[in-house]
């Protein structure tokens, strides 16, 4: 397949841009800085740029089959800079006709299914009060892509761990099914399964070991 990944200099973002091209996918990847990536590779091409510019952003989707969202926040994004970038992909999918994307969300989003515990409770309202606008902007981000009409999931994800990979994977929501942390290495294959293989179309799991 061909694949759009943006976010790809984040730690779990390299790993998913390394086994999508182990896995014999072709890659375009969006960074404002190339160098930073790292992986030079025949089918990778990376474009230089932001997810603000919505030009650069149709490039990087222009070809592809699906597209893989690891935006996340960052201390130096701007206000609402993910949610606003999610606005700039989705009208770039649409337009190039690109119906699958698969994006990453904290564990804090709620989602249908979820059955919270006082903990899993404990745990979002502090994240809320430590980092309100950086919760909204991906609850924003995540309903676009919901509201779209594409065929999108959301894959949701507790504290992200470095760890080898290969531990179980687990999917479920909060409070049932899920544990609170999770290898990056084991969170890429879980994106890159939901990409190319079609899972969780329209649903919003959360992914743990």
């Known amino acids: 397949m061909r694949l759009a990944v943006f976010g790809a200099t984040g730690g779990t973002g390299r790993l998913v841009v390394e086994q999508a091209l182990a896995a014999g996918h072709e890659v ?7 160098d930073k990536l790292g992986i030079e590779h025949a089918r990778l091409k990376v474009v230089k740029g932001d997810i ?10 222009a070809e592809s089959d699906a597209v893989i969202s690891l935006l996340g926040p960052r201390r130096d994004n701007p206000p609402f800079a993910i949610s606003q970038g999610m606005d700039r992909i989705v009208a770039a999918m649409k337009k190039r ?8 969300a904290g564990m804090g989003i709620p989602a249908p299914g979820d059955e919270p515990k006082l903990i899993n409770k404990a745990i979002s ?15 924003r981000a995540v309903d676009v892509a919901r509201t779209s009409g594409l065929e999108y999931t959301a894959l949701r994800v507790p ?11 687990k999917y479920g929501y909060v409070g049932k099914g899920v544990g609170f942390e999770l290898a990056r290495a084991d969170f890429a294959t879980a994106l890159l399964e939901a990409a190319t293989q079609g899972k969780f179309v329209r649903e919003m ?5």
Do not use: F, H, Y
């Open 159 to 169: 504290r992200l761990t470095d760890k080898p990979a290969g531990q179980p994977i």
């Open 97 to 104: 006709g690109v119906k699958r994307i698969v994006m990453t």
């Open 125 to 139: 309202a502090l994240l809320g009060l430590m980092a309100k606008d950086a919760a909204e902007d991906m609850r």
């Open 52 to 61: 603000a510019d919505a030009a650069k952003v149709e490039e990087v989707i």
């Open 28 to 34: 375009t990847a969006l960074a404002r800085n190339p």
């Open 205 to 209: 799991p959360g992914v743990s070991n």
